[in-house]
């Protein structure tokens, strides 16, 4: 199998421990709630780690005869709350979280061989119950160089 699954589980595990020590790492902000997947009913603060990766491709050459794999990880970041500007700060917090948990070590505990985030869009809004709602979408683009078992070699062969 393609380090889809353990690419996740990694990024999944980092984002749960970044949530453990929010309290350290970003004083005064509201610590938020992670995520297998997205939550069935929306809390007020929260990061969910998508369960599915996408845009999966193989392509280029990493090394003659084999290829890279690319594949992205998608992160949301969500805060509300009646005042814009905490939401909005919240929002950042979490997004810079993301960040520095791909940072910290890009090969995601060796699944990956390399990985990096980008914001995909983000937003911030006010809804009819007069709370505000910040959103992000984190990218974690991840490349695999050259990766196919060596079971499935001797199949093909």
Do not use: W
Not at 24 to 49: C, H, M, N, R, W
Not at 83 to 109: G, H
Not at 129 to 147: E, I, L, P, R, T
């Amino acid at each position: 199998m393609v380090t889809f699954k353990e690419a996740r589980d990694e990024l999944y595990r980092r984002m749960a421990k970044v949530a453990e020590g929010f309290a350290d790492l970003y004083p005064g902000v509201q610590a938020p709630k992670v995520y297998d997947g997205f939550p069935t009913s929306e809390p007020p603060f929260y990061i969910a780690v998508d369960s599915i990766v996408d845009t999966a491709t193989m392509g280029g050459r990493a090394v003659p005869g084999a290829g890279k794999l690319d594949f992205t990880i998608h992160v949301l970041c969500f805060a509300r709350h009646s005042d814009q500007a905490t939401a909005s700060a919240t929002l950042l917090a979490y997004v810079d979280a993301v960040f520095n948990a791909v940072m910290a070590d890009q090969r995601l505990a060796m699944s990956v061989d390399n990985s990096f985030p980008s914001i995909e869009a983000a937003g911030a809004s006010g809804d009819s119950s007069k709370y505000h709602m910040a959103a992000a979408s984190v990218g974690v683009q991840c490349s695999v160089f050259a990766k196919c078992p060596q079971k499935f070699r001797e199949v093909m062969q």
